[in-house]
């Protein structure tokens, strides 16, 4: 999947959680940025 | 069972936190690359590139590693602490970040996570690299266009041929390679339930690019679980992640 810079968090897809009795849908969601202070010491 | 929200309710609350299992329907290994300007491979139903990323070679040596295989792909290299002399890395390398450890590729597959899919990057042409510049040169050099993306996405082969062309003061010259250094990259996962809890979650954490990363995950209530992603810079505003 691609981000932009400036997106929020994105789903990447669903999946179930269960604890043996119930099952529900979960989201699994990413965000990505630079790391800028990191870069700027480069 | 009758599933009523009651129901669910009152497991939430009171018994998710005992013998619960995480079942995907996948894996929880969760591959990230970022790729794009390869024709072909854009889903306009998702908006979105959906190939597998090309992959270069970050940081400074990235000339004198840059190898094409015999099917004319650029490897997926990482040019770490401990690279071999294709450029392939020896042993894990130390991430920036306590929670992300690098795991290199193999050498003709991703290690694990991303199945058995190489991420090879097309080799960048210098006659290519050489038309592109000049369209950049007939631009502002910040202007955000699919040139520009196109540079930042060869990444270190970019930077090779940058060397190779006179202007060393140029404002093109420097925003490009101001771009191009920039190859760290800040990941954040969570796991939300459909109660809005974040049940599996990792903070801010710097990564770089290029290479496969497992992460190490707070967990609420449930058993710890793997993940792995990678990442990948492919415009001067675009990320390509894979979980």
Redesign the interface.
Known sequence: MVHRIDDDWKTLDEIWLSDGNLAGKAKVQARVSFAKDRNEDS | ?K?SQT??NQ??QS??A?????????T?A?Q?F???LVPGCHDPAQD??VCPPSMFVPGEIASEIVAIDESGLIEPIFAGSSTASNGWPQESVES?AARATSHPHGTQVCASGCAVSRHPTPEFKEAHFHQLWEEYLRQSPSLDSQVLDELIFYGPQTKKFLKTIPGEKSSHRAFLQQEL???????????????GVS?LALPPT?VPQHVRQEFVMNTQG?QPALTSGT?KR?GL???????
Do not use: P, Y
């Open positions: 069972m599933r129901g669910k497991a939430h018994g998710m005992r013998n619960l299992s995480f079942l995907l329907r996948g929880i969760v990230v970022l790729f794009g979105l590139n920036s250094a920039k190859d760290q990259l800040v990941l954040e996962i969570r796991v939300v339930d459909e109660f049940r710097t449930i990442l492919v505003r675009h990320i390509w992640q894979r979980l």
